[in-house]
T-cell receptor, first 116, second 114 residues
Framework: AQTVTQSQPEMSVQEAETVTLSCTYD???????LFWYKQPPSRQMILVIR??????QNATENRFSVNFQKAAKSFSLKISDSQLGDAAMYFC?????????????FGGGTRLMVKP | DVKVTQSSRYLVKRTGEKVFLECVQD?????MFWYRQDPGLGLRLIYF???????EKGDIPEGYSVSREKKERFSLILESASTNQTSMYLC?????????????FGDGTRLSIL
């Protein structure tokens, strides 16, 4: 079974600065997808960014980018120019490409605080 | 936009009660999921369904059952609620994996069992 680990329960960043959230995973599969989800205090989980394992290029979505290191099984999220609205719980998630049910395995989450 | 609606934001029940959590999605998605969210543990999959009347156990199905009689609705049932089932419950839906689309989540139900 796959596992996902987020080693930072809490992080804080100054507004306009850059912060990196860590995620490692364990799998024996070669084809899979990785996701970062954001859960603001209002609680609806939304997708931030995703990465296909077969792609070498790191995904980028505006101020959000990932550092995907397949050999190291690492998938960190970088948030540039942090804004107050970035304060939330962030979850890293894994999905097998061989999974017929589209199931996700989540990490424990990182609470990000943004200081004005 | 996909909308996943959970019937209650907050729910308080007593030990031993039968509890129903309802979830409805409006995008004709094949797959629906129930997770529970606990601090430090992230989200853990309870059950999922890939079609009407079809269900599969997730990682922590004990003490729960599900029902999917219509494509848009997926119900989570606590047969006899216990205090260790106090948690946040999240419903999600997604289309068939062939489309490689992400899951969409509801707002969650914070359930307290007294």
């Amino acid at each position: 079974a796959q596992t996902v680990t987020q080693s930072q329960p809490e992080m804080s960043v100054q507004e306009a600065e850059t912060v990196t959230l860590s995620c490692t995973y364990d799998t024996s599969e070669s084809d899979y997808y990785l996701f970062w989800y954001k859960q603001p205090p209002s609680r609806q989980m939304i997708l931030v960014i995703r990465q296909e394992a077969y792609k070498q290029q790191n995904a980028t979505e505006n101020r959000f980018s990932v550092n995907f290191q397949k050999a190291a099984k690492s998938f960190s999220l970088k948030i540039s120019d942090s804004q107050l609205g970035d304060a939330a719980m962030y979850f890293c998630a894994y999905r097998s490409a061989y999974n017929a049910g589209n199931m996700l395995t989540f990490g424990g989450g990182t609470r990000l605080m943004v200081k004005p | 936009d996909v909308k996943v609606t959970q019937s209650s934001r907050y729910l308080v029940k007593r030990t031993g009660e039968k509890v129903f959590l309802e979830c409805v999605q409006d995008m004709d998605h094949e797959n629906m999921f129930w997770y529970r969210q606990d601090p430090g543990l992230g989200l853990r999959l309870i059950y999922f369904s890939y079609d009407v009347k079809m269900k599969e156990k997730g990682d922590i199905p004990e003490g729960y059952s599900v029902s999917r009689e219509k494509k848009e609705r997926f119900s989570l049932i606590l047969e006899s609620a216990s205090t260790n089932q106090t948690s946040m419950y999240l419903c999600a839906s997604s289309p068939t994996p062939i489309l490689n689309q992400p899951q969409h989540f509801g707002d969650g139900t914070r359930l307290s069992i007294l």
